[in-house]
């Protein structure tokens, strides 16, 4: 079914689609009992499509069978791969943890020797390589790029064959640091390797075509807090740009010491519109996160999970599990209370806190009830889950935290201001009268619903009254998390973006801020028609991210082809002072409406396309009518700011 | 003291250095035929409807904090080189509210710039003389035989007042801006005599452009008949850049 689900997204009808599907039906096989996941490594079938330097090869068709969720959103760390062969990671003793984890490690050497014997038989370029660099994966550390490349590779693909999704690529500009390679070797090497990556791109997109969580974290700081980047940094957004595809995509860690050459040439990258970099602002992530509880040398080494939400690095923590959505407490008060007796604006907003207290204890009662998948081979390359000889899925790592994220915090903000002046402050109607308009989604309200609309909207202004409105909001989200420990013994954390903007839109309610049923709520952190971009960015900085608020704040902006191109310094100016000033993430789609337009009418002419989803790039053409919509509206309403 | 303005705009890019606020006059003392801006000719407030049926205004007074508010907002991205831009409409026509503002601006550090189409007294350009770190000046009809009845304004006076400006204020600080409109400023007789005053004045730089057709929205919600003029093509852009270079010895850049 999930494969049929896959294939139907870019098959040209869904009978081709089966028909793909059915064609190999034979072999098709989840593998479920004990050592299922030896089996499925004893069964994979491997090919050579693509491979020319390196081998990369995932058996789509046979798989593990998952009772529970199996983690995901991970990055196993590279580095300790590179400079150990896979035999370092055999255990001492009987325990139960010892023997699962031998058992799958023998799997694993087995499935390396047939991928070795497969590679010898086969007709690729650098086969004799490929097979030393594959025997030499047992006991010997890599040597060369070329090497530690491929063991990458084989990494991941065993990953994505035990049913893992979203499978992250972690720091690999940190992690092959030490490897040095003449440039134009360097540069073919790694066209290859993120050309393969992209090898089973429908397959591995995971709630649409392009999330892949297939995430390269560049930059930033050594575990000693230093700051890091070397000759890799700039040559891997360099191939991935000029490769013009959207998966992988490129994270960028910045902080205050770059120099201002490594500012310009993130803002050329950004004007390419492949949709990377996201930035990611080390100064005050790394801060929060220690504040938290994080170690700072772990802070320091942080990578994210499959969009932009911080994990430290070497740990299984899942960030997204569910969004929080801040419009549900109006549902809860419309429901629970006798609307008539909500005289002021201070009762609501009591109510509201009282609702959305409620609404977290029921999330959290979620939380408490997910089961993760025994996950022996992340456990296998976590410390302290072999410290512990406790599984990571039942709490074996460092850090044991939840992330949860949020949607709607915009339009419930809009909605309350709504409320105030309409009913608190002008008194037109009385909350109840509000309400019932909401509800029945504007029909015979029309006028109500143009009010509401064509107010002045609060959010992305900088005004100092708004954004401690925001701030007191999710002060009250932190403290109504603060006494939950989930089950693993981790706590939770939270932030201002989520997937979910549409996907948890459909059929959802009216809200006071004229948004129509089913309409899509606001993206992360970004702004309407008329906001300026230094006022969004001023309004980002001053929200607060301390505490528990931490787990992905992206602002996400659209901007004019040749505005940005015209205007380089400007840009740079933009982005850095925002980010010095207390922007935690920020991410772009470089487009104009009228080029989406015509992609969305003609989308033959417009093949490579790319554009900025929630947190990953996607070809415009293969995105659903619901987001190509909401993309060209948003980048109509950023452009009637500069007309 | 006030000032009148019809927007604000934050994050402005193409008028002067940086990252700029850009305050926009409302009253005009010139009546350009294709003016983008029309909100900004009348010094009025002006009540209009929109297409969704809502009823707004062009036109708001402001005291000199609180435009001297929103200018500092972006203090930290005007950088060394941004700032505020004072444009319209004609800014000079409000001289004295903006001479108060640009002083305070001056005081934190921050650079202000004038747009300017010089027909306004010259005592007003001398109010702003110590504040302005840059000024654009445009270069529109200046063949004497049709410069009065196209903009509906003295030519005598902006000649009077570009001489005042090329003494005042040093030529670094000087960029003439020449809108390139058919049959208007695009005449060879025109051109000709721009590229004579550029020669004698010798201006820092000079940017030539075809003006656009986007305001035609705008004229119809002040019942204002709307002219549109054929787009000056980049060929022509460029035939013109290359005369004036050649003829004046200036720098002169094609923007769009």
């Given at each position: 079914?999930?494969?049929?689900?896959?294939?139907?997204?870019?098959?040209?009808?869904?009978?081709?689609?089966?028909?793909?599907?059915?064609?190999?039906?034979?072999?098709?096989?989840?593998?479920?009992?004990?050592?299922?996941?030896?089996?499925?490594?004893?069964?994979?079938?491997?090919?050579?499509?693509?491979?020319?330097?390196?081998?990369?090869?995932?058996?789509?068709?046979?798989?593990?069978?998952?009772?529970?969720?199996?983690?995901?959103?991970?990055?196993?760390?590279?580095?300790?791969?590179?400079?150990?062969?896979?035999?370092?990671?055999?255990?001492?003793?009987?325990?139960?943890?010892?023997?699962?984890?031998?058992?799958?490690?023998?799997?694993?050497?087995?499935?390396?020797?047939?991928?070795?014997?497969?590679?010898?038989?086969?007709?690729?370029?650098?086969?004799?390589?490929?097979?030393?660099?594959?025997?030499?994966?047992?006991?010997?550390?890599?040597?060369?790029?070329?090497?530690?490349?491929?063991?990458?590779?084989?990494?991941?693909?065993?990953?994505?064959?035990?049913?893992?999704?979203?499978?992250?690529?972690?720091?690999?500009?940190?992690?092959?640091?030490?490897?040095?390679?003449?440039?134009?070797?360097?540069?073919?090497?790694?066209?290859?390797?993120?050309?393969?990556?992209?090898?089973?791109?429908?397959?591995?997109?995971?709630?649409?075509m392009g999330d892949t969580g297939q995430i390269v974290i560049l930059g930033g700081r050594t575990e000693e807090g230093e700051c890091f980047t070397n000759n890799y940094t700039q040559l891997m957004?360099?191939?991935?740009?000029?490769?013009?595809?959207?998966?992988?995509?490129?994270?960028?860690?910045?902080?205050?010491?770059?120099?201002?050459?490594?500012?310009?040439?993130?803002?050329?990258?950004?004007?390419?519109?492949?949709?990377?970099?996201?930035?990611?602002?080390?100064?005050e992530i790394i801060e929060h996160m220690v504040s938290f509880g994080y170690e700072r040398e772990d802070a320091n080494n942080y990578i994210t999970s499959a969009c932009w939400e911080p994990i430290a690095g070497n740990c299984y923590e899942q960030n997204n599990i569910i969004s929080l959505n801040y419009l549900e407490p109006f549902e809860r008060i419309s429901k629970r209370h006798d609307l008539q007796k909500i005289d002021t604006f201070d009762r609501l907003m009591k109510l509201y806190y009282e609702e959305l207290k409620g609404y977290i204890e029921s999330i959290t009662g979620y939380l408490d009830t997910l089961k993760w998948e025994k996950d022996p081979l992340y456990s296998m390359f976590d410390e302290n889950a072999r410290r512990c000889r406790r599984d990571v899925s039942t709490g074996g790592s460092k850090y044991n935290n939840y992330g949860i994220l949020t949607v709607?915090?915009?339009?419930?903000?809009?909605?309350?201001?709504?409320?105030?002046?309409?009913?608190?402050?002008?008194?037109?109607?009385?909350?109840?009268?509000?309400?019932?308009?909401?509800?029945?989604n504007f029909k015979n309200h029309e006028a109500e619903y143009l009010l509401l609309k064509n107010a002045d909207k609060k959010w992305g202004h900088d005004e100092d009254e708004v954004c401690s409105f925001v701030n007191q909001i999710t002060e009250k989200t932190q403290i109504f998390l603060d006494a939950y420990e989930n089950p693993l013994g981790g706590g939770v954390k939270f932030g201002l973006s989520s997937p979910h903007y549409i996907m948890n839109s459909v059929d959802y309610p009216a809200s006071f801020d004229g948004r129509r049923k089913g309409e899509p709520f606001s993206v992360h952190i970004s702004s309407g028609e008329g906001i300026a971009y230094t006022e969004l960015m001023n309004f980002a900085s001053k929200l607060d991210y301390s505490g528990k608020r931490f787990n992905g704040n992206v602002v996400d902006f659209m901007v004019m082809p040749a505005l940005v191109k015209q205007n380089i310094a400007q840009f740079?100016?933009?982005?850095?002072?925002?980010?010095?000033?207390?922007?935690?993430?920020?991410?772009?789609?470089?487009i104009d409406a009228a080029t989406l337009i015509l992609a969305k009418n003609n989308p033959n002419d417009f093949p490579n396309l790319i554009v900025r989803v929630w947190g990953f790039n996607a070809y415009f053409n293969e995105l659903p009518e619901e987001y190509k919509d909401y993309l060209i509206e948003r980048a109509r309403q950023n452009e009637a700011a500069f007309n | 003291m006030k000032l009148r303005l019809t927007s604000i705009q934050r994050f402005s890019v193409h008028d002067g250095p940086g990252i700029r606020t850009t305050l926009?006059?409302?009253?005009?003392?010139?009546?350009?035929?294709?003016?983008?801006?029309?909100?900004?000719?009348?010094?009025?407030?002006?009540k209009y409807c929109t297409e969704s049926g809502v009823w707004k205004q062009y036109g708001e007074d402001y005291s000199i904090e609180q435009v001297f508010d929103i200018c500092m907002k972006d203090k930290n991205f005007y950088g060394a080189d941004g700032g505020i831009t004072a444009s319209g409409g004609e800014a000079l026509l409000q001289a004295k509210p903006l001479a108060e503002l640009f002083k305070r601006l001056k005081e934190e550090q921050i650079g202000c710039c004038l747009e300017t189409s010089l027909y306004a007294p010259e005592k007003n350009l001398e109010l702003l003389r110590n504040y302005l770190d840059y000024i654009y000046v445009d270069m529109k009809v200046l063949d004497e035989e049709r410069a009065d009845d196209i903009l509906n304004a003295p030519l005598q006076l902006y000649e009077k007042n570009l001489k005042y400006l090329f003494s005042a204020f040093p030529r670094e600080k000087i960029c003439i801006r020449i809108p390139l409109v058919d049959e208007m400023t695009f005449t060879e007789k025109n051109i000709n005599v721009i590229s004579e005053h550029l020669?004698?004045?010798?201006?820092?730089?000079?940017?030539?452009?075809?003006?656009?057709?986007?305001?035609?929205?705008?004229?119809?919600?002040?019942?204002?008949?709307?002219?549109?003029?054929?787009?000056?093509?980049?060929?022509?852009?460029?035939?013109?850049?290359?005369?004036?270079?050649?003829?004046?010895?200036?720098?002169?850049?094609?923007?769009?």
């Open positions: 079914m999930i494969l049929f689900y896959k294939e139907n997204r870019v098959a040209k009808t869904p009978v081709d689609a089966l028909k793909r599907v059915l064609s190999h039906f034979r072999e098709i096989k989840v593998y479920g009992g004990s050592c299922s996941r030896e089996k499925v490594l004893e069964k994979a079938r491997f090919d050579a499509d693509g491979c020319h330097t390196f081998i990369y090869t995932w058996d789509v068709y046979k798989t593990v069978k998952i009772r529970g969720r199996i983690l995901g959103n991970c990055t196993i760390d590279y580095r300790k791969i590179l400079n150990c062969g896979l035999s370092h990671y055999y255990m001492d003793g009987e325990d139960e943890f010892a023997k699962t984890n031998n058992s799958l490690l023998d799997a694993i050497l087995t499935y390396v020797g047939r991928l070795a014997d497969f590679v010898r038989e086969s007709e690729i370029a650098n086969r004799d390589n490929i097979v030393s660099y594959l025997v030499r994966f047992k006991d010997e550390p890599a040597q060369n790029l070329e090497e530690a490349l491929q063991r990458i590779l084989v990494i991941n693909q065993i990953q994505w064959q035990m049913g893992h999704i979203l499978v992250g690529l972690g720091r690999l500009d940190y992690c092959l640091d030490g490897y040095v390679e003449e440039e134009t070797k360097a540069k073919r090497l790694l066209t290859e390797f993120f050309s393969l990556l992209h090898k089973y791109y429908t397959i591995k997109s995971n709630a649409l957004i360099e191939t991935i740009q000029e490769l013009q595809i959207p998966d992988p995509k490129v994270l960028l860690r910045v902080n205050r010491d770059m120099e201002d050459a490594a500012w310009t040439d993130i803002i050329h990258v950004m004007s390419s519109n492949t949709g990377s970099p996201l930035i990611s602002n080390d100064d709607a915090m915009a339009n419930a903000v809009n909605s309350l201001n709504n409320i105030r002046e309409l009913v608190f402050e002008k008194k037109l109607y009385t909350y109840e009268e509000l309400d019932s308009c909401r509800r029945a740079v100016q933009l982005i850095k002072v925002s980010l010095l000033q207390g922007c935690c993430q920020l991410q772009a789609n470089v | 926009f006059a409302k009253g005009c003392s010139i009546r350009c035929p294709w003016c983008a801006n029309p909100e900004n000719l009348s010094h009025e407030i002006q020669k004698n004045f010798q201006p820092s730089k000079c940017e030539i452009f075809s003006v656009h057709n986007l305001g035609s929205a705008k004229y119809a919600t002040l019942n204002l008949a709307y002219h549109k003029f054929r787009k000056i093509t980049e060929e022509e852009l460029l035939k013109v850049k290359g005369y004036l270079q050649k003829q004046s010895g200036n720098t002169c850049f094609v923007i769009h």
